[in-house]
């Protein structure tokens, strides 16, 4: 019977094609084992039948070579910059907006001081009429 992992990263994936460290790792978490026990057995299950062939294991877990750290590896360098370049783009237009909205306050303000010089003028001039 083949059991797909229903959850993480690898959701979907049979166990059968995981990674042997990433299923131990799984197992060392508490939690998991607390919530997912059906599961924590299925694991038990397929890393048995690993350890039967001890060489096979041995050569699955040997690192040669120094893992990529995640954060140095291209997708996520691109992702990163991906994120880095919207983020600019929202705080570009922001400052856009920003410029456009204190640039209507002066309209506004001038227009005010137009319009209360046309009103005083006005006054001015109907005062004089009356006298």
Same mark, same amino acid.
């Given at each position: 019977m083949?059991?797909?992992?229903?959850?993480?990263?690898?959701?979907?994936?049979?166990?059968?094609?995981?990674?042997?460290?990433?299923?131990?790792?799984?197992?060392?978490?508490?939690?998991?084992?607390?919530?997912r026990?059906?599961?924590?057995?299925?694991?038990?299950?397929?890393?048995?039948?690993?350890?039967?062939?001890?060489?096979?294991?041995? +050569?699955? $877990?040997?690192?040669? =070579?120094?893992?990529?750290?995640?954060? &140095?590896?291209?997708?996520? *360098?691109?992702?990163? !910059? %991906?994120?880095?370049? +919207?983020? $600019?783009?929202?705080? =570009?237009?922001?400052?856009?907006?920003? &410029?456009?909205?204190?640039? *209507?306050?002066?309209? !506004? %303000?001038?227009?005010?001081?137009?319009?209360?010089?046309?009103?005083?003028?006005?006054?001015?001039?109907?005062?004089?009429?009356?006298?």
């Amino acid at each position: 019977m083949q059991i797909n992992m229903p959850i993480g990263r690898f959701k979907g994936q049979p166990l059968a094609e995981m990674k042997t460290t990433y299923l131990m790792w799984l197992l060392t978490n508490d939690l998991f084992r607390h919530k997912r026990w059906g599961l924590t057995q299925a694991i038990l299950v397929e890393l048995s039948s690993r350890f039967v062939d001890f060489d096979e294991l041995q +050569a699955e $877990l040997k690192q040669d =070579e120094s893992p990529v750290p995640h954060w &140095k590896e291209p997708a996520y *360098q691109a992702k990163k !910059a %991906k994120r880095k370049a +919207a983020n $600019l783009a929202a705080l =570009e237009q922001r400052r856009v907006d920003e &410029k456009l909205a204190k640039l *209507q306050v002066v309209r !506004a %303000k001038t227009q005010l001081v137009d319009a209360s010089q046309f009103v005083r003028s006005w006054v001015e001039l109907d005062g004089s009429d009356l006298v």
